[in-house]
């Protein structure tokens, strides 16, 4: 006779995808947070705005790193990664996204948080 072990199931991907959402939903409403598109994944929460004003309001609220993207046709996507305060799961990835025209005023606080 012979033993072999027993693997664990896979992880649920549509459990833990909701789960995502849920913490990061959470996150929202706490903390008042402008998200009018928010995309679930398994590795993270895309949110997208329209105006760099509500990126400084995630960036006060959570901390984290922006990041800006390439210029292309008069703009780049600038987009922080942050995540969700601790919890017992686990914090969540959170990654907030938003375009910027060339030229644009954008927050100075902002502006001075970038890395390319």
């Known amino acids: 006779m012979s033993v072999q072990p027993i693997e664990p199931n896979p992880p649920d991907t549509y459990a833990v995808t909701s789960d995502n ?3 990061v939903q959470t996150v929202i ?3 008042d947070l402008p998200a009018p598109t928010m995309v679930a994944r398994l590795e993270a929460v895309h949110i997208t705005l329209a105006d760099p004003d509500d990126l400084g309001q995630w960036m006060y609220a959570l901390g984290g790193t922006v990041r800006r993207g390439i210029e ?10 942050t995540e969700t305060p601790a919890r017992p799961g686990g914090a969540v990835r959170i990654l907030v996204h938003v375009p910027v025209v060339s030229g644009e005023d954008v927050l100075a606080e902002l502006r001075s948080a970038v890395s390319l």
């Open 29 to 31: 409403d706490g903390f």
């Open 72 to 81: 292309m046709y008069g703009a780049s996507l600038w987009t922080l990664h």
């Open 21 to 23: 959402r849920l913490a």
